[in-house]
């Protein structure tokens, strides 16, 4: 008898510390509406009134969770916005997938059974190239903000063909991030002439991006004198950067995110090697690293769509409303191509005269025409276009870090 | 005196009533859902996760037979599972265009199990001649092994033929090519063939299997093997053999799954098959009852369809998981309770 309560207490125990943990995590996001069951749908459109349903899913648990996190943030802000406007109206429910692919195509079916009507697609390129044949089955149009992976919108991804037709990108694509490095480096001798590239072997991302820097600087007659790999949660750099230095490389070409590429830039300073550094968006949110010191960022370039400390009203605004929303916490550009997404979304819909009682193959329809003929003003770009494949074309903008801040480098 | 039993006190007798009920399960479960599935009842998210969910069962079952009924601690369930995924991935790839859909599926299956299976044989070969958890560590190793491997692989075919690098893909591909694993990216693009009728067809025959050897003379073997090693030694029984034999079905069905598993979604990347993957199958098998196959059925099923049904409770549905798991874990290893428990079975029997 004795075991028994013993038993019950620790079943006591471990129901309290999980409402204590869930205490803390102070209120919940409201505006995404969540069901199992198909009968939900009735209630939450009735709730809703004519609102078009927009789904979406990304990694909001796990260790990609900070990008499914901005960009539910974003697009909850931006849809907000935009049903305060009055014209069209969104409800937006979005799903975690963890940044797997089975928990997205599970995630996926959610929001089918939840009434989705158009989709933010996934935030992560794996899991967006799973859930992307579904979208095409059912004939949803979908639009990711930072799926970038070829694969996500061709179904043949290394061959670039077999478009799926309805699944739109807003961010770069990794092959275009590669290329643009590598033309923004060729343009710009100074620079540096000696290449030497450190990339995460295991990371779709960056080595798609790796491949094509390679092919166009093959082009442009770049020269790469070293290649060096890392993966996993690897933090020690010295063999690469040894290696780098020894080939005399004088422009490190980092198509990594920035943790890694934080560490590199430390370790490179206390082997007093000093190569200009060349990022692409990964690199964004390398100034905001814990314990690191931003003057040894000093000098650093970066492709990259969007920088927060932009001087544009429209980014000023984000940002601010951004910050209110996360606790401070300044948006990466997967906010920002989220918050985008939505605006787009907005102006196809009011252009196309979407409602919410049409259905999904004649919405898609709509809004694939709509895309391929708009222009489209945001925050990660002017006059941004998309060709019938689902590619968007803007373009990419080089920055450099002076005195703390992302300043624009030479054109 | 002998009495002549009915079919079904045959069907409910010792030897038989576990599987009765297994088969039973099964069979309900098959049917209740394909009605609802046909009749289009069901909702997507189910839907999405019948397959999967085949999978897993498989994958559990044959761990079940590794570290329930052979005893040996196996750490290393998702590795096998990725050796059969991606060989299936890529028997499918290569076959696309010659064999149609159903047969090209059983043909994948077939060989991930196959292929699997002589993994987990070569591995056998060396460790389970040890006594002790060398099992456990090597088939942890393995895992991670495995996966690191496939990541630096990449396969891919055009009309030249099948080509295959490592670490770096240096070939160029001719027109109409294409990869059919492209190293950390894994395999994409792949045709979905899976079904729910295949994967329990697959539950089906990996119950045969397992039912079939525990009942055999050869299960008789294993489990004397595992309750105590000199007794079995001493009446003759060779257990190198005997432990092999269930960890080589083990492997073996787990390759199955794996195969079945790949051919379930366009995408699929091997970091999905690490660690974690391989202890949330020995979960499964754990908090079902080791060696107890209606345990593991139902708590594959239940535990893997519970964050999909908490997804209501948002952010906190991974914190309720855990919670649920150590609650089951305290409420299932209560003595008091399962004294009780047994007391209600011994009356209703009675």
Request: net charge negative.
């Amino acid at each position: 008898m004795k075991k028994f309560w013993k038993t019950t207490l620790a079943v006591a125990m471990t129901a309290c510390m999980a409402m204590s943990l869930a205490a803390c995590g102070g209120s919940a996001s409201s505006s995404s509406t969540s069901s199992d069951a198909p009968a939900a749908e009735a209630e939450s459109g009735a709730a809703e009134g004519g609102a078009i349903k927009i789904g979406g899913s990304g990694p909001l648990t796990g260790p990609a969770a900070v990008y499914g996190n901005a960009v539910k943030i974003a697009a909850e802000m931006a849809v907000e916005e935009v049903n305060a406007k009055g014209g069209v109206q969104f409800s937006l429910q979005f799903e975690d997938d963890k940044h797997d692919a089975e928990e997205a195509a599970t995630a996926y079916g959610t929001l089918k059974d939840g009434g989705m009507q158009i989709s933010l697609g996934a935030v992560t390129s794996a899991p967006g190239a799973a859930v992307s044949p579904l979208y095409q089955e059912d004939q949803t149009f979908a639009i990711t903000p930072s799926g970038s992976s070829p694969s996500v919108i061709y179904a043949d991804g290394e061959g670039m063909t077999g478009a799926y037709g309805n699944v739109f990108q807003m961010c770069f694509s990794d092959p275009n991030q590669g290329s643009g490095s590598a033309t923004y480096i060729a343009a710009h001798p100074d620079l540096g002439s000696k290449i030497a590239v450190i990339y995460k072997n295991d990371d779709p991302y960056s080595k798609g991006i790796f491949d094509t820097f390679k092919a166009q600087a093959a082009t442009e007659g770049l020269e790469i004198v070293y290649e060096g790999t890392f993966k996993g949660e690897e933090s020690d750099f010295n063999v690469q950067l040894g290696d780098a230095q020894a080939a005399g490389a004088d422009l490190l070409f980092l198509p990594i995110y920035y943790t890694p590429a934080s560490q590199i830039l430390t370790q490179a300073d206390k082997m007093g090697y000093k190569p200009t550094v060349f990022g692409v968006d990964g690199m964004d949110g390398i100034l905001g690293v814990e314990g690191f010191d931003t003057a040894l960022a000093e000098g650093v370039y970066l492709l990259t769509p969007f920088v927060a400390n932009a001087e544009d009203e429209l980014t000023k605004t984000f940002v601010e409303n951004y910050k209110a929303r996360a606790n401070g916490e300044v948006p990466n550009q997967f906010a920002a191509d989220a918050y985008d997404c939505i605006y787009a979304l907005a102006q196809a819909c009011e252009a196309a005269g979407i409602t919410s009682d049409m259905s999904n193959a004649d919405i898609c329809a709509a809004m694939v025409e709509q895309f391929t003929t708009m222009t489209f003003n945001g925050l990660t770009g002017s006059d941004m276009t998309w060709n019938e494949n689902g590619e968007v074309t803007k373009a990419p903008k080089a920055m450099i870090i002076e005195n703390g801040e992302y300043v624009p480098a030479a054109e | 005196m002998k009495e002549k039993k009915s079919i079904f006190g045959i069907l409910m007798d010792n030897r038989h009533r576990s599987r009765t009920i297994s088969y039973t399960m099964v069979a309900v479960a098959y049917i209740v859902l394909e009605i609802l599935l046909k009749t289009g009842n069901l909702s997507s998210l189910f839907t999405g996760l019948l397959v999967p969910a085949t999978c897993y069962l498989v994958a559990a079952i044959g761990l079940n037979l590794n570290v329930g009924v052979s005893g040996e601690l196996n750490l290393g369930q998702a590795g096998f599972m990725a050796v059969g995924a991606f060989s299936g991935v890529c028997v499918s790839g290569l076959l696309k265009a010659s064999v149609p859909a159903i047969p090209r599926l059983i043909l994948a299956i077939i060989v991930g199990m196959l292929l699997t299976a002589f993994v987990g044989f070569l591995i056998g070969i060396p460790v389970l001649k040890l006594q002790g958890d060398y099992l456990a560590i090597v088939t942890l190793a393995f895992g991670q092994i495995v996966m690191n491997l496939i990541m630096n692989l990449y396969v891919a075919f055009d009309s030249t033929g099948l080509k295959v690098a490592f670490v770096e893909n240096n070939f160029e591909l001719q027109p109409g090519g294409k990869y059919l694993i492209n190293g950390p990216m894994g395999a994409t693009g792949t045709e979905r063939i899976a079904n729910f009728t295949a994967g329990t067809i697959l539950v089906v025959f990996a119950l045969i299997v397992v039912y079939n050897l525990i009942y055999s003379r050869n299960g008789r073997a294993i489990m004397a093997a595992r309750d105590n090693r000199i007794a079995a030694e001493s009446i003759g029984i060779n257990i190198a053999k005997t432990k092999m034999m269930a960890f080589v079905v083990s492997a073996a069905l787990a390759g199955a799954a794996g195969a079945l598993y790949g051919l379930n979604y366009s995408t699929m990347v091997a970091s999905k098959f690490d660690y974690n993957t391989s202890i949330l199958i020995l979960v499964y098998v754990v908090l079902g009852g080791l060696g107890n196959i209606n345990g593991t059925l139902i708590s594959t099923v239940v535990l893997f369809l519970l964050p999909q049904l908490l997804r209501g409770l948002q952010d906190y549905r991974m914190l309720i998981y855990a919670v649920i798991l150590i609650v089951i874990m305290l409420v299932t290893n209560n003595e008091f309770l399962r004294t009780k428990a047994s007391a209600f079975r011994r009356k209703k029997k009675a």
